[in-house]
């Protein structure tokens, strides 16, 4: 309980509005409900870009969700005692509004048992945006996307890793 009454207790801009929570006593499962911004999650806009009916996010967008997204993180591990990791940070945890700014849902609520002077929490915050960074320029979310890229980039071929929509 007092991770989510934590969270809910904290207000920041980028932070999804909570609209209540529960856990099932007889399989300990928490329900967590956030308010569901207009535009969606990031997983969902990115992915519109396969589909040439929808118009993708342009690099401004995407270089602004990304900065918003790596400001909310820093707020939470820097300037909150003690500090706040999100440990599952993902692109369908990043809900955007209707003017596109980012709400972060989906913490990591179900560790029982974070520590938070593990430097390695602070790490996999930090592994995971760069997921998401990846993922915002090559427009595709794929669990091998670090390896292709990298083979991609030391073969010279960085215009393939790119979004083509960019």
Not at 12 to 19: E, S, V
Request: negative net charge; aromatic residues 10%.
């Amino acid at each position: 309980f007092s991770r989510v009454q934590a969270l809910s207790a904290i207000s920041h801009k980028n932070m999804a509005h909570l609209l209540g929570w529960s856990i099932d006593s007889s399989t300990y499962t928490l329900l967590v409900v956030y308010d569901y911004p207009a535009n969606g999650t990031l997983e969902e806009q990115i992915s519109k870009i396969e589909d040439p009916k929808m118009i993708g996010l342009d690099w401004f967008k995407r270089l602004n969700i990304v900065a918003e997204t790596a400001s909310f993180l820093a707020f939470l591990q820097h300037e909150i005692s003690p500090p706040i990791f999100h440990f599952d940070l993902q692109s369908c945890h990043i809900f955007l509004d209707d003017e596109f700014s980012v709400k972060i849902a989906g913490f990591g609520l179900g560790i029982s048992n974070p520590l938070p002077n593990c430097s390695y929490t602070k790490m996999h915050d930090v592994y995971n945006l760069g997921l998401i960074l990846l993922e915002v320029i090559t427009g595709t979310k794929s669990m091998d996307i670090p390896v292709t890229a990298l083979q991609m980039i030391r073969n010279g071929k960085l215009e393939e890793v790119v979004d083509p929509f960019l």
